[in-house]
């Protein structure tokens, strides 16, 4: 029969054992989790396939392209190769601005906002045209279909703005953003975009660029869509935006002298994913020129490529889909696109 010393001599094995089991376990289990965790960075499970879920796409409707010389092409990114966007998209359903609901009293009621109360004139059964004379002279034209419009004024004729001085950018973007939250044309993808500031001076009937807020007299303000996906937003011009008011430094009715306003809604929540062109074979593309060209300063006959990116379009003609295009851009302010999704989900 074992005495207390052989009790106590093989109880203390047991726990010796136990503690270096336990922390055997403790160990494997941490060493497990850190391999679990590389080998699914390093081999990611695939994405479920693309839902394709709108079917067939039409193409983006690109601008005309640019008048250019350009017959060769040279890829001079940082890495010397085009980046790996992965195999497919989000695509977004975009639907028509106000088809039902804009109608002919929203859009009279949205004129009155803005000073004109005149009966319009229509130009056919989408186009209103209302006139407005006064303290400041203009012309509003509303699209009913897709929401888009136009204010031109006659600032040219007002002693006071001609020799008015712009105000700051702050207070340019505040008077612009003030504007279309009245009217409520304000969404959140537009309240949270980048802006842009072009400063302007009186000319004889025209705006003309200035180089500083000292010198101008007005303040073009360019309102982008705001990042999609954590991918920017391309217009048709690389520094233009589809909303853009002018401004002046005048608190009254004289703050705003013109507008043009071609946003058209995304259904963030109303999407499908599709397959991707990879950005070599967009690259390859371009080359034989099946991409447009949209912008491209002088007449060089050589285009160097500094940067590929991927980017959702928004175009001013409307569009029944917001997708991803692949832009690339170089010297002499070259500027092209080609689409990125898979051509078998396009059609012309």
């Known amino acids: 029969m074992a005495n207390l010393t052989e009790t106590a001599h093989y109880a203390r094995k047991v726990i010796k054992f136990s503690a270096v089991g336990l922390v055997s376990i403790i160990i494997l289990r941490f060493s497990w989790g850190i391999f679990f965790r590389w080998w699914m960075a390093v081999h990611p499970p695939p994405p479920p396939p693309p839902t394709v879920a709108f079917g067939v796409l039409l193409a983006p409707v690109f601008p005309v392209p640019a008048k250019n010389s350009i017959s060769a092409y040279r890829l001079e990114t940082v890495s010397g190769v085009t980046p790996d ?69 006659a600032w040219h004729q007002d002693a ?19 504007f279309l939250s009245r009217l409520s044309l304000l969404p959140p993808d537009l309240e949270t975009g980048k802006t842009r500031v072009e400063y302007l001076k009186a000319g004889a009937g025209v705006l003309l660029p200035a180089v500083s807020q000292s010198e101008a007299n007005f303040a073009r303000v360019h309102i982008f869509r705001a ?33 043009e306003y071609k946003y058209s809604p995304v259904a963030i929540d109303k999407s499908a994913t599709y397959p991707l062109r990879s950005a070599q074979t967009a690259w390859q593309q371009l080359q034989s020129g099946e991409g447009v060209i949209t912008q491209v300063v ?30 690339f851009k170089g010297d002499n302010g070259f500027k092209a696109y080609v689409p990125a999704i898979d051509p078998k989900w396009l059609s012309k």
């Open 227 to 259: 990042d999609v996906n954590s991918w920017p937003v391309a217009t048709e011009k690389q520094d233009e935006a589809l909303v853009q008011v002018i401004v002046s430094s005048n608190t009254s009715a004289k703050q705003i002298i013109g507008v």
């Open 160 to 178: 006071e703005l001609v020799k008015s001085r712009a105000p700051s950018e702050q207070d340019a973007v505040r008077y612009a953003n003030d």
């Open 85 to 153: 966007f992965g195999i497919q998209a989000k695509v977004f359903f975009m639907p028509s601005f106000r088809a039902n609901v804009l109608g002919a009293e929203l859009a009279t009621k949205m004129a009155n906002s803005m000073g004109f109360s005149q009966p319009p004139e229509t130009t056919d059964e989408q186009i209103y045209v209302w006139s407005r004379s006064g303290a400041l002279p203009g012309e509003l034209k509303i699209n009913l279909i897709t929401g888009f419009f136009s204010l031109n004024t």
């Open 298 to 327: 002088g007449g060089t006959a050589e285009a160097v490529v500094r940067n590929v990116e991927m980017a959702y379009y928004d175009s001013s003609t409307p569009q029944e889909f917001f997708q991803p295009v692949y832009v």
